[in-house]
């Protein structure tokens, strides 16, 4: 009943920026919190960003600084402005959605980084 659609992968060189965006839609009486997830080949997903629906925000170490999470609530979309991309960002992002105290997923978008 509720789907998360995402955009905005790609690849692009070192130093470039990237803007991914996730479109929720469905059975949504409220949002506590979204963010972005990613999982590179062998590794773990860990969390990249998150923003409750207050506008409070919370990055990863390895990002901070460089990647900027916002999201548009009357919309229900949520973006990950991407700058300076290093080639450790490679990995394949997921969006997320708490809902009715649910987890929600997207399918994943893949972003290369290349050197």
């Known amino acids: 009943q509720v789907q998360l659609v995402e955009s905005g992968g790609g690849l692009v060189q070192a130093g470039g920026s990237l803007r991914l965006s996730c479109a929720a839609s469905?059975?949504?009486?409220?949002?506590?919190?979204m963010g972005w997830y990613r999982q590179a080949p062998g590794k773990q997903r860990e969390l990249v960003a998150a923003i409750t629906s207050g506008g409070i925000t919370n990055y990863a170490d390895s990002v901070k600084g460089r990647f900027t999470i916002s999201r548009t609530s009357a919309k229900n979309t949520l973006y990950l402005q991407m700058n300076s991309l290093k080639s450790e960002d490679t990995a394949v992002y997921y969006c997320?959605?708490?809902?009715?105290?649910?987890?929600?997923w997207g399918q994943g978008t893949q972003v290369t980084v290349s050197s």
């Open positions: 997320n959605a708490v809902i009715h105290s649910f987890v929600f």
């Open positions: 469905g059975s949504i009486f409220s949002i506590d919190t």
